[in-house]
């Protein structure tokens, strides 16, 4: 989810200052994305260059409250309509680690796995004890980022489960003479013989 559109989404409810955004904003992805104060004065400089969000005039309490626009309720009506792309999330670094670690010398691939794994399961353990001990009907947004959470969770156990059998089946290719010149020079000098 982008900063900009969290931000958009939670000025729909209702004019906010910049600190109130951010309880806000944690509080809707139940703090799984803490967002830095500065992220969200930052984001709110470029949401009022590009017309999307208008500050309004200091209440008494010094603060600076902020209202969506009505190009700000357009972008973010489209955002709303418009499917998120597997492009348009960030690389996966577990996958980018497992492959490297492949091709890295010395590297005990499945001991990653291992600890990926480990690692995986405790956090779906949170998740799923989290899920469980919130039962308001307030608490279905948390809810529901927490289910995506575990589905994640979920699939990364599966798929850490086929990385390991995948490395159980692979055998790596026989050395050959070109990879080590010593091996060319003995084959060399038996033929010779």
């Not at 948390?142 to 995948?166: K, N």
């Amino acid at each position: 989810m982008s900063i900009r559109h969290g931000l958009l989404a939670l000025l729909e409810r209702g004019q906010m200052y910049g600190y109130q955004l951010r309880a806000a904003f944690e509080e809707s992805t139940g703090s799984t994305w803490p967002l830095n104060i500065g992220q969200v004065y930052t984001t709110l400089a470029r949401l009022e260059r590009d017309g999307l969000v208008r500050p309004l005039p200091e209440n008494e309490g010094g603060q600076r409250p902020y209202e969506i626009t009505d190009s700000g309720r357009a972008d973010l009506a489209l955002w709303f309509a418009t499917p998120i792309s597997r492009a348009d999330r960030p690389r996966d670094e577990l996958s980018i680690k497992l492959a490297l670690a492949l091709t890295t010398p010395g590297v005990d691939v499945r001991a990653v796995v291992q600890t990926q794994r480990s690692a995986t399961m405790r956090a779906l353990q949170e998740f799923t004890r989290l899920k469980y001990a919130s039962d308001k009907p307030e608490d279905l947004p948390w809810r529901l980022v927490l289910d995506a959470m575990i589905f994640q969770a979920e699939a990364e156990v599966r798929w850490l489960d086929h990385c390991e059998t995948s490395l159980v089946r692979h055998r790596p290719a026989p050395a050959r003479p070109a990879d080590h010149p010593e091996a060319v020079d003995r084959a060399g000098d038996e033929a010779r013989r």
